[in-house]
Nanobody, 123 residues
Framework: QVQLIESGGGLVQAGGSLRLSCAAS????????MGWFRQAPGKEREFVAG????????DYPDSVKGRFTISRDNAKNTVYLQMNSLKPEDTAVYYC????????????????WGQGTQVTVTS
């Protein structure tokens, strides 16, 4: 069992930056692929970043590539999402998730989810 707690969300102007953190419980954090997803009102939850167990591989959709960076610190059981050049369309609840699968963008491959943190970008 893995428990995930996100933090770092907030209100920011367009063009600004935020860094989200996700703290995980348990001794097996380093075995999991970690991902960040987001869900805007009335929309489906979508993948925004993923990182493999070691941190050696990452994946992003085109919508955030070059602006968002995922990283992890296995010694601290924490995964991060650095978000730069934020746009109003980035406004959503952001969720951290853990998967036993290899690096994947598929929502249903993720086994554990945090409660989410709100990110609001104003124009």
């Amino acid at each position: 069992q893995v428990q995930l707690i996100e933090s770092g969300g907030g209100l920011v102007q367009a063009g600004g930056s935020l860094r989200l953190s996700c703290a995980a419980s348990g001794r097996t954090f380093s075995r999991y692929t970690m991902g960040w997803f987001r869900q805007a009102p009335g929309k489906e939850r979508e993948f925004v970043a993923g990182i493999n167990y070691s941190g050696g591989r990452t994946d992003y959709p085109d919508s955030v590539k070059g602006r968002f960076t995922i990283s992890r610190d296995n010694a601290k059981n924490t995964v991060y999402l650095q978000m730069n050049s934020l746009k109003p369309e980035d406004t959503a609840v952001y969720y951290c998730a853990a998967s036993r699968a290899t690096l994947t963008t598929t929502l249903y491959d993720y086994d554990y989810w945090g409660q989410g943190t709100q990110v609001t970008v104003t124009s």
